[in-house]
């Protein structure tokens, strides 16, 4: 069964980076879009970035726009998010999901990883 799975979150101090992975055993389910969402405790899930797989078109939110760069490495089926100048709040739970298109609206992910941490301390 394919699945998603995210790594490289981790703890780190304001104004440090961290590369997030989504690696899919198969090829994304063959959907073209790929979305990093994030979800702080008492918040709504948001996306923060999407890329085309196999294309180059990328999108960014306001709220990390700048700062981080959604990349794919397509033999190795792995989307990745780089994350520079991370502020406190930028913790959060990062998850990536899979679509058709690209939207962020996370109702439409039928798709998920299972999360990974971001904690980032002042």
């Known amino acids: 069964q394919e699945q998603l799975v995210e790594s490289g979150g981790g703890s780190v101090q304001a104004g440090g980076s961290l590369r997030l992975s989504c690696a899919s055993s198969?090829?994304?389910?063959?959907?073209?879009?790929v979305v990093w969402f994030r979800q702080a405790p008492g918040k709504e899930r948001e996306g923060v970035a999407s890329?085309?797989?196999?294309?180059?078109?990328?999108s960014y939110s306001d709220s990390v726009k700048g700062r981080f760069t959604i990349s794919q490495d397509n033999a190795k089926n792995t989307v990745y998010l780089q994350m520079n100048s991370l502020k406190p709040e930028d913790t959060a739970m990062y998850y990536c999901?899979?679509?058709?298109?690209?939207?962020?609206?996370?109702?439409?992910?039928?798709?998920w990883g299972q999360g990974t941490q971001v904690t980032v301390s002042s």
């Open positions: 198969g090829n994304f389910y063959g959907l073209s879009c």
């Open positions: 999901a899979a679509h058709s298109l690209c939207s962020w609206s996370p109702s439409e992910y039928s798709y």
């Open positions: 890329i085309y797989v196999g294309g180059s078109s990328t």
